[in-house]
């Protein structure tokens, strides 16, 4: 037997180091992949202290996924044009405006000099590089084709950014538009129908049911604002109190894939996620099964990921990734079909890929419809509500009127 010290990634994409006793490498690696790790460097015999040092993040700084993408294009382009990865590390670090993004550059580029692999460097900073950045970068080094797998990162980030841009901006209007209008309505209720409701005492006559429940409503919140509004804040908390569990969150997780409308547009980013991580780390060269274990941490949903740890025990067994598919229920039909096409031609990460695109674009086009449909319905909910208020007020008016007339 021989002793390995390992360096590993967990399911949640932790990084731990540790010894294994094996026979042989391979055989390590497999009782890393039982106790369900990911081994990111395995070497016989002791590690030396700048490798071990980097399983602790040395800083508290995060790179945006702006800046993530950028810096990930900037070192493509310097290696593919054959420059060292420690000089090409140092020319992005200088060219970084951000005090962080430099920092955390300059802290990559210290441990490659140092005598660190990229992706071990890298480790230093987990939660500005996932799992998947890493091990992406770790299958370019041991394939030696880091420049091309940095490109397709680049590639991949950029086109997560764009999707999560579209939306973002598609919903700013509909959002804003909710703000305003609820503002406006509160407004109305505590000054300046309380100005008006206060004619209507004199009269002799039963006011009108809408009349006389805007005046109810209108009396408490104008009393009672300060206590809702400590009521609201507290309930906040506890729901993110509540949330911190995992058992509440799993369960909130099934309730969105389960609801009529979220639940499609859960699955499908779910999926989407899903099918690009793997085909991302398929096309850098890490084996399939340990693309679809380190992809399960870029799902973001806790029922999802359950059936890509099935998927993963499925494909250890020796079963074909489409099949695994198939059987999760999570991953559309058709991106099976496409995933059994690229197995059975050889080109696994071009199906995948393709595969990803199709989702991202029937993502884009729901989406779409749905913000379309959402903009009308916030402008027609306050349009009904602003009227109810009108209606209120106006109806003791008019019965003021008739009993002038009568």
């Not at 497999?30 to 800083?59: F, H, T, W, Y």
């Not at 500005?128 to 991949?156: C, I, K, M, Q």
């Not at 969105?256 to 991302?280: D, E, M, N, Q």
Request: hydrophobic share 50%; net charge neutral.
């Amino acid at each position: 037997m021989t002793t390995y010290q390992y360096i590993a990634l967990d399911i949640d994409g932790r990084r731990c180091a540790g010894a294994v006793d094996a026979p042989d490498e391979g055989a390590a690696r497999r009782v890393l992949n039982r106790k369900k790790l990911l081994p990111v460097e395995l070497r016989i015999g002791g590690m030396d202290e700048g490798v071990l040092s980097s399983v602790a993040p040395q800083a508290r700084d995060k790179l945006g996924h702006k800046a993530q993408m950028l810096v990930t294009r900037q070192l493509a382009t310097l290696i593919d044009a054959a420059v060292p990865v420690d000089e090409a590390l140092a020319m992005v670090a200088a060219q970084q405006e951000n005090a962080a993004a430099k920092r955390i550059m300059s802290n990559i580029q210290s441990g490659v000099v140092e005598g660190l692999r990229l992706s071990d460097a890298l480790g230093r900073h987990p939660a500005s590089f996932t799992p998947l950045y890493r091990a992406a970068v770790a299958a370019g080094e041991r394939s030696g084709n880091l420049g091309a797998v940095l490109t397709r990162l680049a590639d991949h980030l950029g086109r997560v950014h764009a999707l999560r841009s579209k939306v973002t901006t598609a919903m700013i209007y509909p959002a804003v538009l909710s703000m305003v209008a609820t503002l406006v309505v509160i407004c109305l209720m505590i000054f300046v129908v309380p100005s008006l409701t206060e004619q209507f005492q004199a009269f002799e006559t039963e006011l009108p049911l809408i009349t006389r429940i805007l005046i109810a409503v209108s009396q408490f919140l104008a009393s009672y604002w300060l206590f809702l509004l400590i009521g609201v804040g507290l309930a906040t908390a506890a729901a993110s109190r509540a949330l911190q569990g995992e058992a509440v969150r799993e369960r909130l997780d099934a309730g969105f894939l389960r609801a009529p409308i979220v639940g499609r547009w859960t699955a499908a980013v779910a999926a989407s996620r899903f099918v690009r991580a793997v085909s991302t780390l398929v096309a850098s060269g890490t084996p399939v099964f340990e693309s679809v274990r380190i992809a399960r941490a870029s799902v973001g949903n806790r029922v999802a990921a359950k059936a890509v740890d099935g998927m993963a025990e499925e494909i250890e067994q020796g079963e074909p990734l489409s099949q695994a598919m198939r059987r999760s229920g999570f991953v559309p039909a058709m991106v099976v079909y496409m995933a059994a096409s690229g197995e059975n031609a050889g080109d696994l990460p071009g199906m995948l890929q393709k595969a990803a695109e199709h989702l991202d674009a029937e993502f884009e086009a729901f989406t779409t419809a749905a913000i379309s449909l959402l903009e009308p319905a916030v402008i027609v909910v306050m349009g009904v509500v602003v009227a109810s208020i009108v209606l209120a007020i106006m109806l003791p008016v008019l019965q003021l009127n008739q009993m002038a007339i009568g």
